[in-house]
């Protein structure tokens, strides 16, 4: 069986491992992606095990740019996967559904794709009058796949309304991450409490509130790790604070679990806005659960409705420094000990967070939606 991977972004870690689960599936299995990495570096594995196929891209977010650009990607898409002819493909990025409803007219071929934000909603949001021709176009793509791959549980009831999913063709895949990045994971006792953001930087002003909350509290230190659209930025702005350390770039398998072992408090606190980050549920959640490290959140959230129902973390309201400040003061204040509370619950559940807990079930879903499609189902 012939699998495509079809990426609208330079593979990021999340797509990394759904690179490497396919290749379990099918060894005869190439990964096309269009270069966009838009400040987070993101790398592609070095693999001989399958074909990778880079097109260049624009970075370009502007509207039209974007637009022009994305057109251009698809033709090239897919002209490379007629010559291929695959059985399955797996696409990650709304942006590349055009090239696969176009290949379904030419040949039989089963279409996954993964959702692991809302797709085009900040494109869409800036296109004025265009805007609701823009969002009946997306939902059109999107209801062209024949099988979902949703990072959140919260992605179905969203769209269910518009495309009606059949909850059979719907697989839950949270971005859980790999037990064995996190194998031999310690935390190392230190004198300062540490809240951390690691991550793609973006979020400016919710990053900007961390730093505010936190300024001039005794021995505590906030990190950012990472690098992202609002690297420059945040790195500018932390020259105005004794007590932000800046890590910037690293590699997610070979750097993540250390960058966690001496971390008191995870931060995840977003702008709310938008309705992704109100029903997405970030990775950071399910390396932090696993860790055994508590997560602030944003209130009025789905990602704080999961928190709480874990009791695995705390949530305060987007941008109010006051509030932030209070909740830090609050845990530093008690002896840690609501820290231990959420530390102790979340070793009880964290086998159930690991991607190779999943994987098994994910591979039988993926390979019973291909066989019934090669069957005429």
């Known amino acids: 069986m012939s699998i495509v991977a079809l990426c609208s972004h330079v593979p990021d870690p999340r797509l990394n491992k759904r690179i490497r689960t396919l290749l379990k599936i099918s060894s005869d299995l190439s990964v096309i992606y269009w270069e966009r990495e838009h400040g987070y570096s993101f790398e592609s594995e070095n693999s001989n095990r399958f074909s990778y196929i880079k097109l260049e891209s624009s970075n370009d977010r502007r509207f039209i740019k974007r637009l022009t650009d994305t057109k251009r990607l698809n033709e090239k898409s897919l002209s490379i996967l007629k ?74 009831d969203y769209y269910k309304l518009k495309i009606h999913f059949n909850k059979e063709n719907v697989f839950v895949f949270e971005n859980v991450p790999e037990k064995i990045v996190f194998d031999g994971f310690r935390r190392y006792s230190h004198n300062i409490f540490r809240v951390a953001f690691i991550g793609g930087v973006r979020y400016f002003d919710s990053i900007r509130a ?73 990775n950071k959640l399910y390396e932090a659960i696993v860790c055994g490290i508590p997560i602030v959140v944003s209130k009025g959230t789905c990602l704080e409705r999961y928190v709480k129902e874990l009791g695995v973390g705390f949530s305060v309201s987007d941008g109010n420094v006051e509030e932030l400040r209070t909740l830090l003061l609050e845990i530093m204040g008690n002896g840690y000990g609501e820290l231990q509370k959420i530390s102790k619950k979340a070793s009880e559940i964290k086998e159930n967070y690991f991607y190779e807990s999943i994987e098994k079930k994910f591979i039988e879903w993926i390979s019973a939606r291909t066989i019934s499609k090669a069957r005429g189902g």
Do not use: Q, W
């Open 210 to 282: 961390l730093f505010e909350a936190a300024k001039g509290i005794e021995n505590l230190e906030v990190v950012i790790a990472g690098k992202g659209p609002d690297y420059e930025r945040v790195l500018e702005l932390s020259r105005m604070y004794s007590n932000v350390r800046i890590t910037g770039k690293y590699s997610y398998r070979e750097e993540i679990s250390n960058l966690y072992s001496d971390v008191d408090l995870v931060y995840a606190v977003y702008n709310t806005k938008g309705i992704g980050e109100r029903l997405a549920l970030p």
């Open 83 to 156: 010559t291929i002819n695959p059985n399955l493909l797996y696409v990650a990025g709304i942006e590349c559904m055009p090239t696969a409803r176009k290949l379904k007219k030419t040949i039989r071929c089963h279409v996954v794709l993964e959702i692991a934000d809302l797709p085009a909603r900040s494109y869409i949001e800036k296109a004025g009058p265009l805007s609701g021709f823009l969002e009946n176009l997306v939902d059109r793509e999107i209801s062209s796949a024949d099988s979902f791959v949703l990072t959140s549980p919260y992605y179905y």
